[in-house]
């Protein structure tokens, strides 16, 4: 059984297909693609058990065949060669030949029945009932861009290790929190006329991340799987089945002291007392009075310590109230390339509301930071 | 005690001097930079007690002074200021205080006669004779390149952790080796009337590759220590003070078998081969016959093997010859864009020289490759 590959086209499909090989495993087939040749299209699957991706090529082979072999192996072989025809040879003593104009390769394969099933999508599930929505793949990007790094990664709560997924008629609402910090977007234009929830793993926003762009998305969903159909690759991921936090419980409604400051300047200000606050707490202090925001921190093992001064516009009464530095910073980070950002407080002890200061038609962002104790 | 100067220009003085800090030391008065300031001049220091950096800045000072003060945490706040003016203020109390128009920050300092002592060079050894050189910083940088990765990393023979630099009127020979591969590279315009051996280690050579451009490099030697005084930095290191092991003994002057082959084509072979050879020993084989080069590796392990063939011109007996993949690669990604390149062999135990096909009027390189035992 043979069949023959343009070096540099199997490298591009390879390319798309290895982010779902897991780099480490229990499972040593896991390291393995799973290529299943059927009336002379090629499609190459790799999968962690979690998120399983797929792609295809059409290549000239006379037969249907299927195996199993090595990811990276097969992948650095491919990469490192110069553009030229592969012609694949699949011998019954386990062996697969690889041969170019001026080299030739053996590997080791399997056969494609020890390799997990990977679910068929949408296919064999047909009793089940599916959604269907299309979602343009830029707009996709922004939304993991914006919410993905507050997802937890502590194992206690699995449903906070993934990002909800709310839709309705009023939009898709997109969360995701760890205890310390909430993003809250709500994308008002992708309206579904049904309502569900669903939790996507980490693995699969960060593999999708890597590979959107600007086309569209056609998305299935199933009870227990979520699937991402791209121009020309597929990736299907296991749901978290669990129920989510009930978020909107911590959102304060009546944070009546608006701060609006420069989004540039108190990012700066913040990169630099992270330099001075403690190895352990991280800690922040905002002291805010009329048309002064003063940033400071200490570290009393270094005997080093920093203060800042932001212009600001701010109504309400005078307040201190600290934070996690790095957890600023990464609402900062994240918060987009807005010019002003607004900061709601109430006291001390209450979460903080972190927004644009410019509202968007296409979407309602908003961020939301836990406060940490101040001693003196 | 104060002084101001840009943060900027801080900045670019500090960069350059912070490669001498060591990222890891026992002595943590190491970790910092010593400021001394004469005369309106303010000078950095850095060292691990092997080099040392210093570099100088004009100021606004009205005293002198020094003191010792953390480096990581000076550089990244000084670098994450946007331009300003920063002013510094050393108190009595160990505190240093930083303010510019909108932060201010307190850092500790030291008394600078904490920090270890820094050769002065030339300078307080008016006594030692001083040989003195001035090599263009392009072909320091370009002779480094060439020899350094040849190195041994291993403590047992500290003369072959460093380079062996050999002065004489018949030129500069540059040399390193770490036993299985060698590097022998003679600069033939660089003649100095005296003949003379310096071994400069390791690190002293990857901190200059870093900041060598293309200006010419003043150099001092004593019998204990080598100083390099480029544009606005000068970097000082300690010589290792042993004997180089003879290297001329194992270049052998007659290998007559002459193999010829394309750089980019062998390079490429080598670097796919490196994927089949086997974890352990890294091993290839190399056949040669007429017109023809071929290149294998198996790994047993993983039951995984290649072949590549190669056009070449070969003068001599048919031979079967085995390498290290890795320090063949290494071979080929140092002896430069030549387009042809020559390997010199004799029979399957003995070294083999690989030298550029074309000679060059500047330089002389030749570099040597011990074979390894075929078991078959």
Redesign the interface.
Known sequence: MQFKVNSKELEKLLTKIIPAVPSRTPMPILENFLFEIKDGLLTIYATDLEISLKSSLNIVAEENMSFVV?AK?LY??VR???ETTINFEIESN??LFLSTD???????YLESDEYPEIPNFPGDKADEELKEISINGSELKFTFDKTSFAMSKEEMRPAMMGTLANFSNGGLRVVATDGHRLVNLLLTNIKTDFEEQYIIPERAISVLSKILDEKDVKIYLSKSHISFSLNDIELITRLIGQKYPDYSAVIPLENEFLLTVKLKEIH??I??MM??SATNTRRVKFSIDENNLEISAEDLD?????????ECTYQGDKIEIGFNSSYVNDILSHIGSEEEIVFKLHSPTKAVIVVPAKTSEKHDLMMLLMPVRLNN
Do not use: M, P, Q
């Not at 270094?302 to 932001?310: H, L």
């Open positions: 090595h192996l650095d072989v490192s060669l110069k386990g062996k001026s080299g030739k390769y053996t590997l080791s700066d200000a990169k630099r330099l001075f270094i005997g080093a310590s920093g203060t800042e001064n932001i």
